[in-house]
């Protein structure tokens, strides 16, 4: 299968403790992009990645978030000090940087449950 | 007003019918927009790009209307298996102030 993975697929943490999250995209995919996604909702836009740099973050990302992506392949996203609001489906995706498309390929997500 | 508004739901249509999905955007500076459906508790998944020109893929018909900053998506002969979520997503920016935003989403329960 060579769609996007991510890892773990489920996270069960106390609040406080840090978690980070793992997303492979798709290889030949120069953009990687990390969404939040809450029970009846659409996914939330956080942070995307043009290779190895960092070019958008939402407002959304609180201080406690940092994303990573060091040498465009796989990225990490890490939430420090988990609050009971951190608990959702982070979702990863990639992109070819074609023209002006952007046709985003999604990863099965990881959700997070803080208790 | 929310950047990315699309039609309340949920739809409830028996087989076979007609269903169109309606979606709004704030932005006039968007560029690219799409369909993604989302099955319940799994990732969205691509259904097609959304062009000036329209455009159709088998049951499906997406369509732009950037002077109404409108988009629209039509499913024609509804099957059981359409039954989802389909959310509205659209992309503003360049390179360095790129962003997408997802509409809520509309459910849709095709029924036999």
């Known amino acids: 299968d060579t769609g996007v993975s991510q890892d773990p697929r489920h996270k069960i943490t106390k609040r406080g403790q840090n978690v980070t999250f793992r997303c492979d995209p798709i290889?030949?995919?120069?953009?990687l992009y990390w969404y939040r996604q809450t029970l009846g909702q659409g996914p939330e836009f956080l942070t995307y990645?043009?290779?190895?740099?960092?070019?958008?973050k939402s407002r959304l990302l609180s201080d406690r978030f940092s994303a990573e992506r060091p040498k465009g392949s796989f990225s990490t996203l890490e939430i420090q000090r988990t609050e009971q609001g951190d608990s959702a489906m982070y979702l990863c995706?990639?992109?070819?940087?074609?023209?002006?498309?952007?046709?985003?390929?999604f990863g099965p997500g990881t959700r997070l449950t803080v208790t | 007003r929310k950047e990315v508004e699309q039609d309340p739901g949920p739809f409830n249509v028996p087989e076979g019918a007609t269903v169109a999905f309606n979606c709004t955007y704030s932005?006039?500076?968007?560029?690219?927009f799409f369909w993604y459906r989302q099955d319940c508790r799994k990732e969205p998944k691509l259904l097609m790009s959304v062009y000036s020109s329209g455009n159709e893929d088998g049951r499906f018909t997406a369509q732009l209307n950037r002077a109404s900053q409108y988009i629209s998506l039509l499913i024609r002969d509804s099957k059981l298996s359409d039954s989802a979520t389909y959310l509205c997503?659209?992309?503003?920016?360049?390179?360095?102030?790129?962003?997408?935003?997802f509409g809520a989403g509309t459910r849709l329960f095709v029924k036999a």
């Open positions: 997503v659209v992309n503003t920016g360049s390179t360095g102030g790129f962003k997408t935003i």
């Open positions: 932005n006039s500076a968007s560029q690219s």
């Open positions: 990645f043009q290779n190895e740099a960092q070019l958008e």
């Open positions: 995706a990639s992109s070819l940087e074609e023209g002006q498309s952007y046709e985003q390929y």
């Open positions: 290889s030949e995919h120069n953009r």
